[in-house]
Structures are given as C-alpha cells and as structure tokens.
C-alpha cells in the first residue's frame, strides 16, 4: 500500500564474533522468530528507539555492544488481521511498518539475553544463511529477505 500510515519501527540485530545473531521466539504467535524492535516514539531517533527497544526486549545495554551498519527504511503492510488487531491495540489504523535495523557487535560473546515473557520467550544464537524466513509470519518475508541482503550478502 504506498501512501498508507505506517508505523515508525526500529530492529536491532545483535551479533556475536562468531557471526551468530541473535533471533527470538515472539509470545504470540507461538513459532515465529524474529530480530528484536518497536515502536519509535515521537522525537525519538531510529538508532535511540533501536537502543531502547533492545533494551527493553533482550536486558542488552548499549555499552554491550557497538552499532556497525545501518539500513533502512523497510517497510512491509499488515494483512487485514493483524490490521485489525493493530488497530484494537493502538487506535491507529496502520497499513503496516517502516523498519530501520541497526546491525550490533556483541563485546562479549557470554551475554546471553534476559526474556521477561512479554514479547518473547526463548531465544537462539543462529548464523544468518540459517535461519529460516518459514519461521517468520509471511508479511513479514519480504522485509527480511532484505535485511538478510543488505546485511549479510544472502
């Protein structure tokens, strides 16, 4: 849909020496993996709203890790479901989101991330031509196909 509203979005990919990054396991729906983002609040910058939200997901502080790439934005639309729940939850009818990802090195390969089981709940150090974009819901694929491009070559 161009010229929709779109949701201001920022994700953060965390990576470890070992190129392994960093996917979780969202709440609902149960299956689906994904990098870690939110919402970008009003006067908020894509990199401070990655930060936060990082932050806020994963218990990762941004002395933890150094911001190396940036891309963006992306953006994919909602099918008429997930509109309709966006819709309920926030009382903005988004069409969908436009993301910006921010690529992140890890100073320790021990960080493990701290889940409170509100967004996510299990996690798992993957390298990238491993994780399966099956595991994502499907209006999701597309963005992350190139987010897998622009970051990694796949």
Not at 49 to 67: H, K
Not at 142 to 151: L, N, R, T
Request: glycine share 10%; net charge negative; hydrophobic share 30%.
């Amino acid at each position: 849909m161009n010229g929709g509203l779109y949701r201001p979005n920022a994700a953060i990919i965390y990576q470890r020496s070992d190129g392994t990054v960093l996917v979780c396991e969202r709440v609902k729906p149960e299956g689906s993996w994904q990098f870690p983002q939110g919402g970008i609040k009003k006067g908020e910058t894509p990199r401070a709203a990655a930060c936060r939200e990082g932050m806020e997901e994963t218990g990762f502080r941004p002395n933890e890790y150094e911001i190396v790439e940036a891309h963006g934005p992306y953006r994919y639309d909602y099918p008429p479901k997930e509109r309709e729940r966006v819709l309920r939850k926030r009382g903005i009818p988004y069409d969908g989101q436009e993301q910006h990802y921010f690529l992140c090195r890890m100073h320790s390969d021990q960080a493990e991330p701290w889940l409170d089981g509100q967004e996510f709940h299990a996690y798992k150090w993957v390298l990238p031509q491993d994780f399966s974009l099956d595991s994502l819901p499907a209006f999701k694929r597309g963005v992350y196909e190139q987010v897998m491009h622009d970051f990694f070559g796949l």
